[in-house]
């Protein structure tokens, strides 16, 4: 019985279910191409999302090189809590912002900061109330390496990179409790660097 029942089967149908279980080499080959298409489609996207993080990433990381513009010189005791050094870029009036020197500022900064120092970059506003003063010691643009507790050193002129890493060493070479000759006793306060006390 079972006999008869297979071969009452027409062929035609039997070769229409064996092409709808195993398809044809040929569409194989393309459900195959389509996989990997489809993979390689997916990968780039991946790669186009992860190189858009790191951008990300590094574009926050610059702008942390640089603190709020400060009101004051004094008020780097509430800016900058979180690190021992810093560059103050004193600008001339009505000067617009030169791209040069801000980068050689955030190169400097990081390469002090890939030694391990904590050092970040502040901006002292034209209408601050040290800024006539430190414009008349001065000439402007000037930047100014701070060190906690030490001393500071300002680059005027050609200030470069390597300048600035000069600037640093010599603020970190300052004996602490003194200032260099000629600092203004409010920025040395400000630094925690001020005369030595009287014995």
């Not at 393309?30 to 298409?37: D, G, P």
């Not at 993979?39 to 993080?53: E, P, T």
Request: proline share 6%; net charge negative.
């Amino acid at each position: 019985m079972l006999n008869n029942y297979n071969s009452s089967q027409p062929e035609s149908q039997s070769r229409q279910d064996l092409q709808d279980c195993c398809p044809p080499a040929s569409d194989r080959g393309r459900q195959t191409w389509k996989a990997l298409i489809f993979v390689a489609i997916v990968a780039a996207a991946g790669v186009v999302l992860a190189h858009s993080l790191v951008k990300k990433s590094d574009a926050m990381a610059e702008a942390a090189l640089w603190g709020p513009e400060l009101d004051s010189l004094a008020s780097l005791d509430e800016v900058a809590t979180e690190v021992d050094a810093v560059f103050i870029l004193i600008a001339g009036k009505n000067q617009q912002d030169a791209q040069t020197l801000v980068g050689e500022i955030e190169a400097a900064t990081k390469n002090i900061r890939s030694r391990g120092n904590q050092i970040s970059a502040f901006r002292l506003k034209e209408d601050a109330a040290d800024y006539e003063n430190m414009a008349e010691q001065f000439s402007v643009p000037t930047v100014m390496a701070m060190v906690k507790g030490l001393g500071y050193s300002a680059v005027s002129g050609q200030i470069t990179e390597a300048n600035l890493l000069d600037a640093f060493t010599t603020a970190l070479q300052a004996p602490a409790g003194c200032c260099p000759p000629g600092t203004d006793p409010s920025v040395c306060d400000t630094m925690g660097c001020g005369p030595s006390d009287p014995k």
